[in-house]
């Protein structure tokens, strides 16, 4: 298999609906969020989903697959601000290594409240975050699992805080590929991944398939699963996530250029 055959997908369970089955023709290369960056561009894979911050960095080389992403309309219940008290207090916040979305959109959001903690990068593990810091910044499941194991420590998600500030809907992540990788292999993997979430919505009993492989490989309720995916964190964004995009691109990182679309061939 070269690179034109392989995926790249986030090694957290957000993406789960778009490569449960995907297999296949493809390989995945799972990878935290930013690594995905790199991997992209290293022509590692064809595709990922990669943090929209770092999109508005690399967008020179990088195009935009549409209708995908990682989407969230209110609490996102995966990026989260944890706290030993609260944010207006809170005089140095530990960040993660492995997101610069997330990073990006709490330097925004606090300085939208006037507040300049010292924000002090580590490895994403909760109990020594909060050891050493008044905050810690967690995205992904491990998010998702500090705020099961201590609900009581979750200070703010930053999905709802955006969507509270600006009234759009936030975009964590979005699929790009390189601009001079193969048209027909983009919109081969772009026609199979919307294919997977559209079986994921619309098939009960592939949803369902979905929800009990991403509660037990996480060992969480499905209810909770069920819940994440129905109300939290969404694969398909529409115009009105088009405006958030744009407004994040624009107003956070500080993009000046319109974003490249890739434009499929043909589409399912």
Known sequence: MTWKS?????????????????EGDWRLLSAPPSWLTGHLLRR?????PIPTADYAKNSDELCLLPDIAIVSKG?????LLFGNREVEAMRDIAIPTDSSTSIKLLKWILGKRGLDPRLIEMGPEINT???????????????????????????LDLGKEWVRITGFPMVFGVFAARKDSPSEMITKAYNDMLFQYRSFINDEAVRNQVIMASSKKLHYPESRVERYFAD????????????GLGYFL???????????????????
């Open 44 to 48: 590692d894979c064809l595709t990922a």
């Open 129 to 155: 975050m909060l050891r050493k810091c008044d905050g810690a910044l967690l995205i992904g499941d491990r998010a998702l699992d500090a705020a099961l194991e201590g609900p009581d420590t979750v200070k």
């Open 75 to 79: 609490d996102v219940g995966s990026v």
């Open 232 to 243: 939290e964190v969404s694969n398909l964004f529409g115009e009105d996530g088009i405006e």
């Open 250 to 268: 624009t107003e956070v990182c500080g993009m000046t250029e319109r974003p490249t679309w890739f434009q499929p061939i043909h589409s399912v």
């Open 6 to 22: 392989v995926l790249g997908r986030v090694s957290f369970i957000n993406c789960d609906p778009v490569f449960h089955s995907i």
